[in-house]
């Protein structure tokens, strides 16, 4: 998947035309966080010489120069990167201290321009990153990064999106080590499209009540975060929203009917109604919109889904993905595992084509 991955992620905060020369000095190799040839995907707080983001799937993308480069991080301890040089797999970043930290990442290159990305495996739940710098050989630097994808859809969903277990060997228990968000249905979907994709999700959370809450509606379900640019923090600040997908894919409601007492479906469906009129108001009312119900719900969310769909049309679109996993499409937790997540891509797939019109 890495190796059509530069096509989904090299996307949106600065275009190649700000690029200009990366705002090279005569003399250095510590590049900051918020240098214009670096590419980042998804939800981002660029704030002077730094970086910070927490949502599922964010990643950046730079081309460098030399034989070595490094990072330097703070803040979400237990998140993990993935790294591809060159369409190249290399060892998975996993941040192991809140303090202020340098990770190397590669060593003994050739002496040449290098492509690299780096993809958030990790959901918000383990806290903000921030990036503080990239570190290269002495006096080596960023060059310009090649044109965006025109093809954007954004995932919203709970711990099916984020990938949660999606490595782990069933039965298991989650760990951060099992959960990898490129493999998730999002990932495949977008790579399949080479669509840029922006990801929001958060284990646990529904759309009017949250895994386990003993009231049929919760004080803080995911549509209360959908605004943050930082999912975790509570001074967020609001996300822009100019970035404008063609479709958002949304799958939401297992964990408000997973569990005792669930949500009515008046109340259910009048909440994803509002849902859907924030979103639009964000996006425009011509954004196609995939509501999805399954693989690990049933009736009645699934039933409530598609009367959403009946009554919110225009360009809303149900996937069903009820009752597609078989015992070896499970990873942690009954959790879809990669096999599960790529059935899960291929019932979704047609649908997105067929509405948007993508060969």
């Avoid at 081309?63 to 591809?84: A, I, M, P, R, W």
């Avoid at 941040?95 to 993809?119: D, E, F, Q, R, W």
Wanted: charged share 15%; net charge negative; with cysteine.
């Amino acid at each position: 998947m890495f190796y059509c991955i530069l096509s989904l992620l090299v996307i949106l905060v600065w275009s190649v035309s700000a690029q200009n020369d990366c705002n090279k000095p005569a003399q250095g190799n510590i590049v900051p966080g918020n240098n214009p040839c670096i590419n980042y995907a998804g939800r981002v707080e660029l704030s002077p010489g730094t970086a910070s983001f927490d949502w599922s799937g964010v990643g950046f993308s730079f081309f460098f120069e030399g034989t070595s480069v490094s990072l330097v991080f703070s803040g979400g301890n237990q998140n993990e990167y993935n790294v591809s040089i060159d369409d190249n797999d290399y060892p998975v970043i996993i941040i192991t201290s809140t303090n202020m930290m340098t990770y190397p990442v590669a060593s003994g290159l050739t002496n040449a321009v290098h492509k690299i990305i780096i993809i958030k495996r990790t959901e918000a739940e383990f806290g903000v990153q921030v990036l503080h710098s990239i570190v290269l050989d002495t006096n080596k630097w960023l060059q310009p990064s090649p044109p965006i994808p025109t093809r954007r859809l954004e995932f919203i969903g709970d711990s099916i999106t984020c990938g949660y277990g999606d490595e782990g060997i069933f039965p298991c228990g989650f760990t951060p080590q099992t959960e990898n968000n490129l493999k998730a249905y999002s990932g495949i979907v977008a790579d399949y499209f080479a669509a840029a994709v922006f990801v929001e999700c958060w284990s646990g959370k529904g759309l009017v009540r949250n895994y386990g809450d003993k009231n049929p509606t919760s004080t803080d379900p995911f549509p209360s975060y959908y605004n943050r640019t930082l999912a975790s923090a509570n001074n967020s600040p609001t996300w822009s929203f100019s970035w404008i997908p063609d479709g958002v894919v949304i799958n939401l409601g297992t964990n408000d009917y997973s569990t005792q007492p669930a949500p009515s479906a008046d109340v259910f469906n009048a909440a994803y109604k509002m849902f859907i009129n924030q979103i639009r108001n964000r996006y425009g009312t011509k954004l196609h919109l995939f509501l999805v119900c399954g693989p690990m719900i049933g009736n009645p969310c699934c039933q409530n889904v598609k009367q959403v769909v009946a009554e919110n049309q225009p360009n809303v679109h149900y996937v069903d993905l009820e009752g597609i996993l078989q015992q070896s499409d499970l990873g942690c937790d009954y959790h879809p595992n990669v096999a599960g997540h790529k059935k899960m891509a291929d019932f979704t797939v047609p649908v997105i084509a067929a509405a948007l019109n993508w060969n």
